[in-house]
């Protein structure tokens, strides 16, 4: 063994196990990415920004945080300011981002078991502010519904929270718009969503520590290869 190699190794060892002993003291931070991909299928005049137009695609995603607190203190509905941490999209030839030059500028309104017209519904919109490129200090209003409605009360909402995670398709009305500010307006560029994912984003933390464990596990096996490979015979000199 090289002088030094192990002693070496062994400091390598102990940093990397405490950085890992450090990260894991570190909260956790919820964020949830829904990506979703759709067509526009209609515009309403008036409503509709100008460039696009029925049968564009769209494509985009969002982050939010499903541990935002409570707005309001209903126990059927949730207001969830300042809960969507990001956003972009694409639709027909425009990209759009979140637009931040306003505060509050977006959340998430979820819905349980509210009756209408005979029916209960559970309802899940995420509303946000957003800009397009070329035009980044007009803001714009995309909202994102899913809705599910029976004469039972539907169980895809439990209560109103945010839900971590949910199955876009156990709603039967998935579709969104976008339009013109002010925000009181539900319709514009309207579109439907074929596509709808959700899932939890692996935090930093996570990453890093699943790194400090190979990290680990490489380490251990060079100590040990080193252990076991035999010591190098000494040159003998002539006598």
Not at 3 to 24: E, H, K, N, S
Not at 124 to 132: D, G, K
Request: hydrophobic content about 45%.
């Amino acid at each position: 063994m090289k002088a030094g190699g192990l002693p070496a190794m062994q400091r390598a060892c102990a940093a990397v196990v405490t950085v890992a002993a450090m990260l894991a003291t570190v909260p956790a931070e919820a964020v949830t990415r829904l990506s979703f991909s759709g067509v526009v299928d209609s515009v309403s005049a008036g409503y509709a920004i100008p460039g696009i137009v029925v049968g564009d695609t769209i494509a985009g995603s969002l982050l939010y945080d499903p541990t935002v607190a409570d707005g309001q203190p209903l126990n059927w509905i949730g207001y969830y300011p300042g809960a969507i941490s990001g956003f972009s999209a694409t639709m027909g030839a425009l990209n759009f981002t979140q637009y931040t030059a306003q505060s509050p500028n977006n959340e998430i309104d979820v819905i349980n078991d509210d009756f209408v017209g005979g029916l209960y519904r559970d309802n899940l919109y995420f509303r946000i502010a957003v800009a397009e490129a070329a035009a980044p200090d007009v803001a714009r209003f995309l909202q994102l519904s899913f809705s599910v409605a029976g004469t039972t009360r539907p169980d895809v909402l439990r209560d109103d929270s945010v839900p971590a995670v949910f199955e876009p398709a156990d709603f039967t009305l998935r579709r969104g718009f976008i339009t013109v500010i002010p925000p009181d307006v539900s319709e514009g560029n309207n579109f439907v969503l074929n596509a709808v994912t959700v899932a939890p984003v692996p935090e930093p933390r996570t990453s890093v520590l699943m790194l400090a464990g190979l990290s680990l596990l490489w380490l251990g096996a060079r100590l040990h290869e080193r252990h076991r490979r035999p010591a190098a015979s000494s040159p003998t000199r002539p006598g």
